[in-house]
């Protein structure tokens, strides 16, 4: 683990932001995308974000994020195709640009979660049929699914996502159907792949989600991969004896700041208190232990400038 020393030293360095002379850019809430010609360069910040606002900056953030992508990213290169072309800098990746199919592929092994597209939060208000899957009378929060479902959600570009079953999908066109099968076929084997590798170092994958995309009439994986953004994870080794006593699991994802706002009274509107330096220390310390957990490396970075430093990789690959 990286000393408290470099942790703080490099709150003033965090990556918030990038403007780079290159392509087109499409700033998303965490990463900043220059569209290039048939190629995407994906600069991941240090920006978190949750209720679907952007909170703050946690330092190293970006690099683990990309870093935990790029590991799965080859990792799961047998099961399905993906975007990635080359990794210039820890904190950027080049991909192939695909068209993107509108659909995020939501796998949840548990039932949990605290938003209105949540499985735990519909399950407690009765819904029975959630995007198609029928989930059995009894379950608690947290508990593990006889096994993994699938649970869509449309990529909307304004407001928030939507809950949606595979058969919607199709019939609204949104994707034909052997896309979708194929898409199925895939999340569910990544997600198994992931489930079996993460358990070895002592993690639960509890749910994530994948995005595809379309390239010259194949199927490719795009966007992140098994990250603390897009997945939840718990502690393996604890959650049983947390669960029989009805308590919360230990969490290694993003719902640490989350937790910290709620209980301020903060879940999505109105102005985002100041978060203090301790607890985007704590914060990026669990990213970080994410990454290292997730792939058995022990992480590695330095103080300074990430923007003067992505800038120099940028040249050395031709880039810029
Ligand atoms: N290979 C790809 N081709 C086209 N679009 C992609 C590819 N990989 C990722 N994307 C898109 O790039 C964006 C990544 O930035 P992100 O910060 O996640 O944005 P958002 O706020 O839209 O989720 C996402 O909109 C994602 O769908
Ligand atoms: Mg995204």
């Known amino acids: 683990m990286l000393s408290d020393t470099i942790l703080k030293n490099q709150l003033k360095n965090t990556l918030d932001k990038t403007n780079f002379k290159l392509g087109k850019k499409y700033e998303g809430k965490v990463r900043d995308n220059y569209i290039l010609n048939g190629k995407r360069l994906i600069i991941t910040t240090d920006?978190?974000?949750?209720?679907?606002?952007?909170?703050?900056?946690?330092?190293f953030k970006g690099q683990v994020l990309n870093q935990i992508s790029a590991f799965w990213f080859e990792k799961t290169k047998k099961i399905i195709k993906n975007h990635v072309i080359s990794v210039p800098d820890p904190n950027a990746m080049l991909v192939k640009e695909?068209?993107?199919?509108?659909?995020?592929?939501?796998?949840?092994?548990?039932?949990?979660?605290?938003?209105?597209?949540?499985?735990?939060y519909n399950y407690e208000?009765?819904?029975?049929?959630?995007?198609?899957?029928?989930?059995?009378?009894?379950?608690?929060?947290?508990?593990?699914?006889?096994?993994?479902?699938?649970?869509?959600?449309?990529?909307?570009?304004?407001?928030?996502?939507?809950?949606i079953s595979g058969e919607e999908i199709i019939k609204?066109?949104?994707?034909?159907?052997?896309?979708?099968?194929?898409?199925?076929k895939a999340a569910l084997a990544l997600f198994d792949f992931g489930t079996r590798l993460v358990a070895k170092n002592n993690l639960i994958l509890v749910d994530t989600k994948y995005e595809f995309g379309e390239l010259n009439g194949e199927l490719i994986l795009i966007d992140e991969i098994h990250t603390p953004d897009s997945s939840r994870f718990w502690i393996k080794n604890t959650y049983q004896d947390l669960f029989n006593r009805g308590q919360e699991p230990q969490k290694l994802d993003k719902e640490y700041v989350r937790q910290w706002l709620a209980d301020k009274g903060f879940i999505g509107d109105g102005p985002i208190p100041k978060i203090p330096d301790e607890i985007k220390i704590e914060a990026a310390k669990r990213y970080i232990t994410a990454?290292?957990?997730i792939t058995g490396k022990e992480f590695k970075a330095k103080n300074g400038d990430v923007v003067r430093r992505i800038e120099l990789n940028l040249k050395n690959a031709k880039l810029l």
């Not at 695909?98 to 735990?120: D, K």
Request: charge should be positive; glycine fraction near 8%.
């Open 98 to 120: 695909c068209r993107m199919l509108p659909v995020e592929m939501v796998v949840r092994g548990y039932i949990t979660g605290v938003t209105t597209t949540s499985a735990w």
């Open 47 to 59: 920006r978190i974000s949750a209720f679907d606002r952007v909170l703050c900056t946690l330092p």
């Open 125 to 163: 208000r009765g819904v029975r049929n959630f995007c198609g899957n029928m989930l059995p009378e009894g379950l608690k929060k947290n508990q593990k699914l006889e096994k993994p479902i699938i649970t869509p959600t449309t990529k909307a570009h304004k407001g928030h996502d939507e809950s």
């Open 291 to 293: 990454y290292e957990m």
């Open 172 to 184: 609204r066109g949104m994707v034909d159907e052997k896309t979708y099968r194929q898409m199925e």
